[in-house]
């Protein structure tokens, strides 16, 4: 029975994917960033540019983020729920999302530990090698739980994108930028095609209309 329950709550779930868009937005993000870091490494006006610009980086990260909510929000309010109904998720409580952020502190500290230190220090594994096998790992869970076929082409993708730029003969800060480059550009074609597909085969609801 809690099997069943599990497979209805992962089907629902499943259907925030169903118009590419938070695929679209999470391209455009890493996009964006991959941008923002080139032009740090790039500028060449005077250290306290550079400086002002790496500041204020974690700035144009929550923005980036911000930006990203919002996009999701508004096509799916204005677009994918006019076209295919509306899902109303269970709210979270205080305690869980305390609890959620301390957990993914706790990892985060954990797995830039394993790419900074552990990864290329002990165990003499490139590090972009290992951020590429890590987004891969993230999106094979996405692709198991919800049960998204086009997530496990997007991991495969992920991991030969790290092995292949880890090789490439640059400098370390401009192959990290272009595998987010990449990776980004790969999840923002994905999400477009599934956009286009979407509106191609779904018609806004009458009532709506």
Not at 174 to 202: E, K, N
Request: proline share 3%; charged share 15%; with cysteine.
């Amino acid at each position: 029975m809690k099997d069943k329950i599990g497979q209805i709550m992962r089907k629902t779930y499943s259907y925030w994917w169903v118009d590419g868009i938070v695929e679209t937005a999470m391209g455009f993000f890493f996009i964006v960033l991959a941008g923002y870091n080139y032009l740090i490494e790039s500028v060449s006006i005077n250290q306290t540019v550079s400086m002002i610009l790496a500041i204020a980086q974690p700035l144009v990260f929550l923005a980036c983020w911000f930006a990203y909510g919002r996009l999701v929000k508004w096509v799916k309010e204005h677009i994918t729920y006019r076209r295919t109904g509306y899902v109303a998720f269970q709210p979270k409580n205080r305690k869980n999302r305390v609890v959620r952020g301390v957990i993914g502190g706790v990892l985060g500290f954990g797995i830039a530990l394993v790419v900074t230190y552990i990864g290329p220090e002990v165990l003499k594994i490139n590090s972009l090698l290992i951020v590429g096998s890590l987004l891969a790992l993230v999106t094979l869970f996405l692709a198991f739980w919800y049960g998204i076929n086009r997530l496990f082409v997007l991991a495969v993708i992920e991991f030969g994108l790290g092995l292949w730029i880890s090789r490439l003969p640059l400098d370390a800060d401009l192959r990290s930028i272009l595998l987010m480059a990449c990776i980004g550009a790969v999840w923002l074609l994905s999400g477009l095609i599934v956009f286009i597909r979407y509106l191609l085969r779904t018609k806004p609801n009458p009532e709506d209309a």
